[in-house]
């Protein structure tokens, strides 16, 4: 891969998670080489563009189906040559057509320990459940909402006395340091996804990925 990995990153909200890819880039493999939005009002727009980097808004409710909504995304990130796809807080459903586009080279973060809780409302269900640690997840994208395969979890031990709030936070302020940690795995080639699985040099991770902190 030419170096640095250029790196495409979808949002549709506050963006925290590309700051956090942003703030660590200069000093790693990769660079955040544009940031797609679905929403125009995203604050992560106004973050990009305050780093210097290119944005493209593509509002959903401009087209009727996600098919061609996800057929303007497919063609806006062809322009862009992007070596990975990173979604952050990206909060629309991707089409088949558009995961097989770009095949083993998209990476999500979801607030839990995948595969429990994929969807929404996370935390609350990890609190309810009784569970003693919960966390977030980092994996590649496949056709299954949630789904693919596994790449790194940052566990949080949950207290007593927890809210779904309380914990969002703790679980955020890791996401923010384990989505760079795996993009730069990425960027140097070490991480791949093959088989319909993750790996890591020549082994395949288990289903709970490496633990990252
Ligand atoms: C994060 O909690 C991430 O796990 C989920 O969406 C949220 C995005 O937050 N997929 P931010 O926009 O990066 O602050």
Known sequence: M????NVAVL????????QALIDASSESNYRVAAV???????????????????TVTINHRDFTDRVSFDRALIAALENLHPDLIVLAGFMRILSAEFVQHFA???????????PRYPGTNTHQRAIDAGDSEHGASVHFVTEELDGGPVIAHAVVAIQP???AATLQQRV???EHKIYPQVVSLFASGRLR???????????????NGIRLE
């Open 193 to 207: 996804m093959r088989d319909g699985k993750a790996w890591l040099d020549s082994d395949e991770l288990p289903a």
């Open 161 to 163: 006395g927890d809210t």
């Open 104 to 114: 083993h080279r998209i990476v999500n973060i979801h607030p839990s320990l995948l």
């Open 36 to 54: 797609i939005s679905n929403n125009p009002e995203a604050y992560g727009l106004q973050r990009a563009a305050a780093a210097s980097i290119p």
């Open 172 to 174: 955020h302020a890791e």
């Open 11 to 18: 949002i549709s909200g506050n963006g925290s998670n590309l």
């Open 2 to 5: 030419a170096s640095p990995c």
